[in-house]
């Protein structure tokens, strides 16, 4: 009887599993589901949203089920599916991981056939950057595994619903800029503090030796290797020596930074008092090499004679490099390091840590990369994280997953020490840390496994008995450390520690680590018994919100031990108070002497005079204005523009046009790029004396959530970074304190004018060959139709205008612009680089 049991429940299992994987066995094939995302109506219902769709594509030789699948994409959590009897549910899963899921209105897709979803979502398609990324299925017996789909399509609206930028008003942009004849151009990028042309120059050979004072060594032996790769051989580096030469020699009494660069027919003369002058004089010199030299190896090169006193305006000159929302290898680091060296830039902001990913190996905690720098599809991020901007279902499959190892975090230090470049790590904190916190989550499952209670708690950043509800800008309900919890201070010290004992090791300097500190959303703490215990025993905290000051103590604490100083987002030296029946912030007096480092971004709405707010009251300050600063914010109001748009556009005349000491004076339009009245400006807090003291420079942040490749990252970067460089650099200009309105305006034209000339006849060529080459944004032509006849323009004189008239799209081979086309019906134009590159077409019709 037993047996016969035994055998029947056998029976039923086998049939039941054999079912079960022939099922599975002929489930549909996800990578035979096409996509297609158009616009269908901006303003849909005259409301701040779009009406878009999403059509489901089958492309495979089976129908798609009507249920038992999930589609997961990124995008805002607004994206809902439009109608009552809407055939999919929209969910939100954390962050901007989204799953679209099939309703009882579903219904199955057969092979060939197509089914459209509709979809609303808030505010407007300005371009691709807001469609949905990152497709994948699902299945809902098997979530643990996600599925690529197919071919994903984007349709370009064919009408300009949201105002787009159009030739004729780029034409309009363009039309005051002036070509200016090369030789007239100064031929030292950033402009020098002083610069005279001798017009008797230097042919240098690599027979030309570089006769460097011992203290230079290092400065000599990179400009060897930089004119080897122009020469194809290293010019000799030696003590001594009679004849043509280039001189590197030590002068007191010179700027830590400055330099005097002399170049006659006998010799480059180089004079510095520290080796970081002796680095920007040669940097100078490269870039007194005209570009066409790096185009191939050369017997000799034309050096123009001039004599250049300089020294530059900020010491703080910094570029800050995402590398957690997408990754980029050490290789592209130490690229982006040569270009701030050529350049003068002297700070690598290293933004190497957010919710979406820890990059750097810290010994003694592998989770952080083990777990923190990888995405893909998870259920409970054990393993991984989850996917985030379009990082797919696979771990290691996109820019999504990556870390530094020590030793080449170590390495990335060594070059930039030798380029005399600081770099300022930051630990995301208190916010913005979801992949630490996850990360530990997962050693504190490891340990507990093993019975190690008190070593797995040891780094836990979150109360495990918090049941605090909040919601982060990025979206993410979980992505805050506990302040209140001893372990969070026992995990920031043990890295801390790990970070210093690289520079360490790398022979480099470090004086801050930044921490951080913004965007802490609402509600986090209330219902954590760990803070709640902190503001039962501590006299000083009464509440949540003066955790904040609770954590930025101890933390501050901490670096002074190590003799270090905080650097952070704004927020660092913010206190919140109610103000008027209204909750207001202020600069928090607590930290006013405290050395606080604060790169303050916001300069948007009420927080428009906040940097000047901040360094009367004491904190020293890094201008990062959005506005003018933010390098991921797209170049123009273009559909096929990269770039985020929510602090406004930003083309290389936003960083160029910044006044530093009186940005309100600078601020000519809006979000929208409409002109300001500059009234709205009339109350606002100007800086103080004092305060001008405390702005110690200034920042362009880029950040990656869209940037999944070297070539966007590079195209976001350049030629933007230029304006911030000639910014910190050059001398305050004459048309950023004339008062007159007009005088200042003709002088700001002449200087715009140069530089741009500058960056198209000289710089941006440069770009093309320097290290391999940049992939720089090539700027779109100007076009309008007058009197019959199409004229064009570009933003940059030196760039060459090349246009079609039958209809087809330019190349490096079409017919150059050289005066009005009168040739009627499509004319197409596109501007080209030296290398033949094209940038972004335009059309117009001459009708």
């Not at 001594?240 to 030469?245: E, F, N, S, V, W």
């Not at 185009?295 to 123009?304: D, G, T």
């Not at 790169?599 to 009367?616: E, H």
Request: aromatic share 10%.
């Amino acid at each position: 009887m037993i047996q016969r049991v035994v055998f029947t429940l056998l029976s039923v299992l086998l049939v039941q599993y054999g079912a079960r994987s022939q099922s599975t066995a002929q489930k549909y094939d996800p990578s035979k589901l096409d996509l297609v995302w158009e616009v269908v109506e901006e303003k849909y219902q005259n409301k701040p949203q779009t009406l878009s769709s999403l059509t489901l594509k089958n492309t495979g030789q089976q129908p798609l089920p009507a249920s038992g699948w999930a589609l997961y994409f990124h995008a805002s959590p607004s994206f809902k599916a439009e109608g009552a009897n809407a055939p999919v549910k929209i969910e939100h899963v954390n962050g901007d991981l989204l799953r679209m899921v099939p309703t009882s209105s579903f219904k199955r897709i057969p092979a060939g056939s197509s089914q459209k979803i509709s979809i609303v979502s808030g505010g407007q398609m300005i371009n691709e950057s807001r469609a949905p990324v990152g497709f994948y299925l699902v299945w809902d017996d098997n979530k643990a595994k996600g599925h690529r789909v197919g071919e994903v399509t984007y349709e370009k609206p064919t009408k300009n619903m949201v105002g787009w930028i159009e030739a004729k008003e780029v034409y309009a942009q363009n039309k005051a800029i002036k070509d200016i004849p090369v030789e007239k151009l100064t031929k030292v990028f950033p402009t020098p503090a002083s610069y005279t042309e001798t017009g008797k120059g230097i042919t240098l050979t690599p027979a030309v030796p570089i006769v460097a004072d011992k203290t230079f060594s290092k400065e000599a032996a990179l400009l060897a290797e930089y004119l080897g790769g122009v020469f194809g051989q290293e010019p000799p580096v030696q003590p001594t020596a009679t004849g043509k030469a280039i001189r590197l020699q030590k002068k007191d009494g010179l700027g830590p930074e400055a330099y005097e660069l002399q170049v006659t027919p006998q010799e480059v003369v180089i004079s510095a008092t520290t080796p970081a002058g002796i680095f920007y004089g040669t940097q100078s010199l490269k870039v007194l090499v005209p570009p066409t030299a790096l185009a191939s190896p050369q017997k000799s090169v034309e050096i123009v004679g001039v004599k250049v006193s300089d020294n530059p305006r900020f010491g703080h000159r910094a570029f800050m490099m995402d590398v957690a929302r997408n990754f980029q290898k050490k290789e592209q680091v130490l690229k982006v390091l040569d270009l701030m060296a050529l350049y003068k830039l002297n700070v690598l902001h290293f933004h190497f840590s957010e919710d979406e990913a820890w990059r750097l190996e810290i010994p003694g905690l592998p989770e952080l990369t083990e777990v923190g720098s990888e995405r893909g599809h998870t259920i409970d991020d054990g393993e991984n994280l989850q996917p985030s901007y379009g990082s797919g279902p696979d771990v290691n499959a996109s820019s999504g997953s990556g870390y530094y190892s020590k030793q080449e975090f170590i390495d990335i230090l060594k070059h930039a020490t030798a380029r005399h470049i600081k770099v300022i790590p930051e630990i995301e904190t208190p916010g913005h840390a979801r992949a630490a916190i996850k990360s530990m989550d997962a050693r504190y499952a490891r340990l507990m496994k093993e019975g190690k209670k008190a070593e797995a708690e040891r780094y836990l950043l979150r109360d495990l008995n918090d049941k605090s509800e909040y919601q982060s800008v990025q979206n993410f309900n979980d992505n805050v450390m506990d302040v209140a919890l001893p372990s969070t201070y026992n995990f920031l010290e043990k890295v801390t520690d790990e970070i210093l004992a690289m520079y360490k090791e790398a022979g480099a300097p470090i004086e801050t680590i930044h921490f951080g500190g913004d965007e802490v959303p609402p509600g986090v703490w209330e219902k954590s018994p760990a803070a709640q215990k902190v503001i039962a025993d501590n006299p000083k905290v009464n509440n949540t919100d003066d955790l904040w000051y609770y954590f930025f103590a101890n933390i501050n604490d901490m670096l002074k031990k190590r003799n270090l100083y905080l650097s952070g987002w704004e927020e660092i030296g913010m206190r919140k108070v109610r103000k008027e029946g209204k909750m207001t912030y202020i600069a928090n007096p607590d930290f006013a002497n405290e050395n606080f480092h604060v790169d303050v971004w916001n300069n948007l709405g009420s927080n428009i005079d906040l940097a000047y707010r901040l360094a009367n009251a004491g904190y020293k300050v890094v201008l990062t204005n959005v506005t003018n600063m933010y390098l991921d914010l797209a170049y123009q109001k273009a559909y096929e523009e990269t770039g985020l748009n929510w602090g406004g556009y930003v083309d290389v005349d936003k960083p160029f046009y910044f006044i530093p000491y009186d940005y309100m004076k600078n601020m000519k339009v809006d979000t929208e790029n409409n002109p300001i009245d500059p009234s709205i400006y009339a109350d606002k807090v100007r800086l103080t004396e004092a305060g001008k003291k405390n702005i110690v420079g200034l920042q362009a942040p880029l950040w990656t959530e869209m940037l999944t490749t070297p070539e966007k990252f590079e195209y976001m970067l350049l030629p933007k970074l230029l304006g911030l460089a000639e910014r910190a650099w050059a001398p305050d200009p004459a048309w950023a304190n004339e008062k007159e309105a007009a005088k200042g305006e003709t002088l700001y034209q002449q200087a715009w004018s140069e530089f741009v000339n500058v960056l198209g006849k000289r710089e941006l060529p440069r770009l093309s060959y320097y290290l391999d080459g940049f992939n720089y944004r090539i700027p779109t032509a100007g076009a309008v139709v007058e009197n019959g006849k199409v004229l064009a323009n570009v933003q940059m004189p030196g760039l060459v205008i090349r246009y079609t008239t039958d209809g087809s799209e330019p190349t490096a081979q079409s017919k150059v612009y050289s005066g009005p086309i009168t040739a009627k019906g499509t004319v197409k134009l596109r501007v080209f680089d030296p290398t033949g590159r094209g940038g972004r077409g335009v059309t117009v019709e001459n009708k």
